[in-house]
Antibody, heavy 115, light 107 residues
């Protein structure tokens, strides 16, 4: 069955970076876009961007350009998102999802930015 | 960016009621709308795609309709397991954009 397994929670200092992973299984990783979605505490969902594993092509929400970097490792069917220059506004849960409509979601990574 | 105006922000329903949530897009989204259910502490779950296509495993009491800019999502015969927040998503244009969510509570 399709699964997206994300890395664990992260506590990071302001100004630092964090890199999280999303390991896919149960389907052909290179056939589907992987999107990343942010959910701030108690709030709605924001689409950050997407990457096509087969080519590495990416699309971003303008709001997250310069903040998020998306990469993949096809050999391990893993997608990565790195967030840079972290502030308290980046404290949130981050999800990876499969495909445009997000038919499968990872369990989420809670990122806390605090000194 | 396409704005998705979702209402109401919260709903209180009795078991067995029918409830309806609406999303209005800032422009025609050609039926490219999906609906998600999110229970506390869990990731969202896709229930409906392309306005009215139920995902495998989505109970038939869930339904979606609409066209152009206006869309609705309904739950008939609300059950206790339906307690959750619900979100719409437009995916006709990038950036993908979500509605602000509707929290369903049981009276």
């Amino acid at each position: 069955q399709v699964k997206l397994l994300q890395s664990g929670a992260a506590l990071v200092k302001p100004g630092a970076s964090v890199k999280m992973s999303c390991k896919a299984s149960g389907y052909t990783f290179t056939d589907y876009w992987v999107s990343w979605v942010k959910q701030s505490h108690g709030k709605s969902l924001e689409w950050i961007g997407e990457i096509y594993p087969n080519s590495g092509a990416t699309n971003f929400n303008e709001k997250f350009k310069g903040k998020a970097t998306l990469t993949v490792d096809k050999s391990t069917s893993t997608a990565y998102m790195e967030l840079s220059r972290l502030t308290s506004e980046d404290s949130a849960i981050y999800y990876c999802t499969r495909g445009v409509e997000g038919d499968y979601w990872g369990q989420g990574v809670m990122v806390t930015v605090s000194s | 960016d396409i704005q998705m105006t979702q209402s109401p922000p919260s709903l209180s329903a009795s078991l067995g009621d029918k409830v309806t949530i609406t999303c209005q897009a800032s422009q025609n989204i050609n039926k490219y709308i999906a609906w998600y259910q999110q229970k506390p502490g869990k990731a969202p779950r896709l229930l409906i795609r392309y306005t009215s296509t139920l995902e495998s495993g989505t109970p038939s009491r869930f339904s979606g309709s609409g066209s152009g800019r206006d869309y609705s999502f309904s739950i008939s015969n609300v059950e206790s397991e339906d307690i959750a927040s619900y979100y719409c998503l437009q995916y006709v244009n990038l950036p993908l954009t979500f509605g602000s969510g509707t929290k369903l509570e049981i009276k």
